[in-house]
């Protein structure tokens, strides 16, 4: 290995950034530091301050969406009525129409600058692409026409050639078409020069397959509607309005000053730091969490709500999350798809914004090691116009007996199908923290609070004569008392918890599409809702006097079957993980162990059986997360090996040396050297040298053979651990080697310093 590397150069040439200082020699050592925190100390805002007194949020809210008031304003009335239809009770499209709306959304965006239209979608990379295109057409005459066609608002042809399809593609032909979804509203994305109408799109194979996310997630929500009306039916209520499923996601993120994030080559193209030893002053004092929000993270924040307000996504809470450096942004929640599309929406903003106030925003489950990672809790109901939230238990015995039901079948869906929620959440990132004492273990199971196990326990209990008043509920006779809504004891510890009246699915990593995670509670829970529709038809046979006994029965057996999914303890302790071996739950520790969930029988039969994803499509997603996995973690030892070499390594020996030479220099006169520090830091470099010996083996060993799963294994079993020894020695290093030839920005640094 070569240890010639020019001083610090790697440093500030990869960073690039740190901007002041630079001497004729480039930085050398902690100098990109020192000029990272010159930076932020002088940091002034880079735009205007914002005036809300002039305009207030109440006038900024949706102005660039091309909503319900605007389309009732621009279209014809029939045009407008069947469009409602379709966006409201999910009735098809009439193609006809589609010339009127195309040409009303395009003098609409002109009208707000727009130059070009883009159809979005949401590729199985979990991120948003677009496909900018030109209103303007020539006219013949040499000049040009602004033209928007109905044909080019419903369908578009990326050339998606490079996203991952899986091999859907690949055995057909490399076309794939992007189809305006009607639910989602057309919105403008500003630029200093310029607006895009922005179409938000499903990605479709030639064949009508999904290349991409958004096209279950519709499909699913319609399952659930097909089943939530038949239990409803039940129960009398008929009027059929769409019951959509319901999201609202709790983004949490990081933010770290751009210099410090340009002088991280890891930062910088993992989104996670591969090195960094813990500071000596970590989060256990909790004087972050709900602090008071230091001034330029609360200027981001406003301008990345008013952002948001634009584009109608109506983001509510706004705070500090536990670690240093951490924060929350929550909006109201949604329709699914639409939460969806205004979840990725976010993500965008929080980078854009954040850059704009010279900070990046870190959106990586796990950015830095023993430091609290990030999730993105998503919250989930199913609910309808006419009947509200379904899972919001009412204040008659008929409505309880309704919500016992929608809330037996969700604990119903999550038992049977605990394995796949595990797998939709299972990406390289999130492994760094799903199972680390903060965040939920990777054991699903369901947190009801004390109340409402209670009463499932007495259902379970059945007829018998024990616990409250005496007796135990019956369904539909008796009343609920009150469920605690956001009851003190949240228990965090959960990945899966009834919030008083919605489920909040917590194990979902932050820098998630959230598209997956409610694709499978749809569908699950479709499942469950088609199980206890046909029982109770079954016991009523169409007499609705027969209702109450049935429901009572259905509702003893769900109870039964599905208790040992219920856990209202410590998910974090030791003994929880015993017991719930015991209980038969499934302990799936990583996404090898997780993801080959997709290719079971029971859950390609289940995804075939609600039209939400045929078996090629689950196959197709199975490869491409494995895939993605493997590319993450092939990507980090790679980096990991070459800051080793080049940076850690380099810094390391020159302090060796600087202590040897004291040594053999004090010697000369005559005083012996303690060579304690210096015996230390060479065994220390020995060891680094050794660890980076054995990954540069291990990366050399990785083979292409055998399958997506087999080398995911490898990366699991080989290569994460031969990156932690790495970072192991790397880290003690930091501790001993002198901070001006630490050539990275510290954990200390980027935490505290904001
Ligand atoms: P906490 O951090 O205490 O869990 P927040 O207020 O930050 O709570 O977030 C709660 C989230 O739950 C919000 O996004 C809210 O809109 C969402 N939510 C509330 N009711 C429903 C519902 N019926 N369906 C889906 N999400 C819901
Ligand atoms: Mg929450």
């Known amino acids: ?16 950034a740190a901007g002041a200082a630079t001497s004729a020699g480039g930085y050398v050592g902690s100098s990109a530091r020192m000029a990272a925190i010159s930076a932020v100390t002088n940091y002034k805002p880079l735009s205007e301050p914002l005036n809300f007194i002039d305009t207030p949020t109440s006038e900024i809210f949706g102005c660039n969406v091309f909503n319900k008031a605007v389309m009732k304003n621009r279209l014809p009335k029939p045009v407008f009525k069947a469009l409602v239809k379709t966006i409201e009770s999910g009735e098809k499209l009439d193609p006809a129409i589609a010339d009127v709306v195309a040409s009303a959304m395009k003098d609409w965006a002109i009208e707000k600058g727009a130059t070009h239209y883009a159809h979005v979608f949401f590729p199985l990379t979990g ?53 305006w979804d009607v639910t989602s ?14 179409i938000p799109t499903a990605f479709v194979s030639w064949t009508g397959e999904a290349l991409d996310k958004k096209t279950p997630l519709l499909r699913s929500m319609q399952a659930l509607n097909k089943q939530a009306q038949r239990v409803l039916k039940l129960f009398g209520e008929t009027d059929g309005a769409f019951v959509a499923s319901t999201a609202g996601p709790e983004q949490e993120y990081f933010l770290v000053d751009r210099h410090f994030f340009f002088a991280r080559p890891d930062l910088l193209t993992a989104g996670r730091t591969l090195f960094g030893a813990k500071p000596p002053k970590g989060q256990e004092f909790e004087d972050h969490y709900f602090g008071a929000i230091p001034e330029r993270v609360l200027a981001f924040m406003l301008e990345t709500e008013r952002e948001l307000f634009k584009l109608g996504v109506p983001v509510k809470t706004r705070h500090n999350e536990v670690a ?31 850059e704009k106030y010279g900070m990046a925003c870190l959106t990586h489950e796990k950015p830095f090691a023993n430091i609290n990672g990030s999730g993105k809790h998503v919250n989930w109901s199913l609910g309808s116009a006419s009947q509200g939230n ?24 999550v038992k049977k199908y605990q394995g796949l929620l595990r797998a939709v959440v299972a990406t390289a990132g999130n492994d760094h923290r799903l199972g680390a004492n903060e965040a939920p273990p990777a054991i699903i ?17 059945g007829g018998a004569s024990s616990s409250k008043k005496g007796g135990t509920m019956e369904v539909g006779v008796d009343v609920l008392p009150p469920m605690p809504k956001d009851a003190g004891d949240r228990n965090r510890t959960s990945p899966f918890a009834f919030t008083g009246n919605r489920f909040e699915f917590r194990a979902v990593g932050a820098n998630q599409s959230i598209a997956g995670p409610l694709v499978a509670m749809n569908t699950i829970v479709a499942e469950s809702l088609d199980y206890c529709a046909t029982q109770l038809e079954k016991a009523t046979g169409g007499d609705a006097s027969k209702l109450n006994a049935a429901v009572q029965k259905l509702l003893t057996e769900i109870s039964t079957e599905a208790a040992p999914i219920i856990f209202n303890g410590d998910g974090y302790s030791d003994a929880w993980h015993q017991e719930a071996a015991k209980r038969g739950l499934l302990n799936l520790k990583n996404s090898v162990d997780a993801l080959p969930v997709l290719e079971q029988k029971e859950i390609k039969e289940l995804f075939e059986k609600y039209g939400v994803l045929n078996e090629r499509e689950l196959t197709s997603r199975f490869e491409i997360y494995l895939e993605q996995y493997c590319k993450t973690v092939y990507s980090e030892a790679n980096l990991t090996l070459e800051m080793a070499k080049t940076m850690i390594f380099p810094a390391s020996i020159r302090y060796q040396n600087e202590l040897a030479s004291t ?13 304690d520090t210096l ?62 030839l630490w050539p990275l920005p510290t954990y200390q640094e980027m935490l505290f310093i904001k």
């Open 127 to 179: 991120l948003t692409a677009e496909k900018h295109d030109s209103f303007l057409s020539p006219d013949g005459d040499g000049g040009a026409l602004a033209e928007f066609t109905g044909k080019q608002l419903i369908q578009g042809e990326p050339d998606g050639s490079s996203f991952p399809t899986g091999g859907i593609r690949a055995t057909f032909e490399a076309r794939g078409y992007t189809i």
């Open 390 to 413: 379904l899972l919001d238990p009412g204040d008659t015995p008929h409505d309880n007996a309704q919500f016992l039901v929608f809330c037996a079948a969700v604990l119903r869906a």
């Open 324 to 354: 240093p450096a951490q924060y929350e942004i929550a909006p109201v929640f949604e329709s699914a798809n639409l939460a969806n599309d205004h979840q990725q929406l976010i993500m965008i903003t929080l980078r854009r914004v954040a």
């Open 445 to 461: 199971s369901i947190f009801l609070g004390d109340q409402l196990a209670d009463v499932f326990e007495q259902i379970k209990k």
């Open 185 to 198: 509203p057309a919105y403008i994305l500003e630029n200093p020069n310029g607006t895009t109408l922005c």
């Open 663 to 675: 040594c053999a220099n004090l010697k000369l006169v005559g005083y012996e050297f303690d060579t």
């Open 1 to 16: 290995m070569s240890t010639q590397t020019r001083s610090g150069a790697k440093g500030t040439s990869q960073g690039g």
């Open 679 to 740: 015996d230390k830091v060479t065994e220390l470099v020995k060891s680094l040298q050794d660890s980076i010996g054995v990954l540069n083996m291990a990366l050399g060993k990785v083979s292409h053979g055998g399958g997506a799963h087999k080398a995911a294994e490898y990366c699991a079993s080989d290569l994460l651990p031969a990156m932690s020894m790495v970072r192991k020695y790397a880290d003690e290093l930091e501790s001993w080697v002198a901070d001006d």
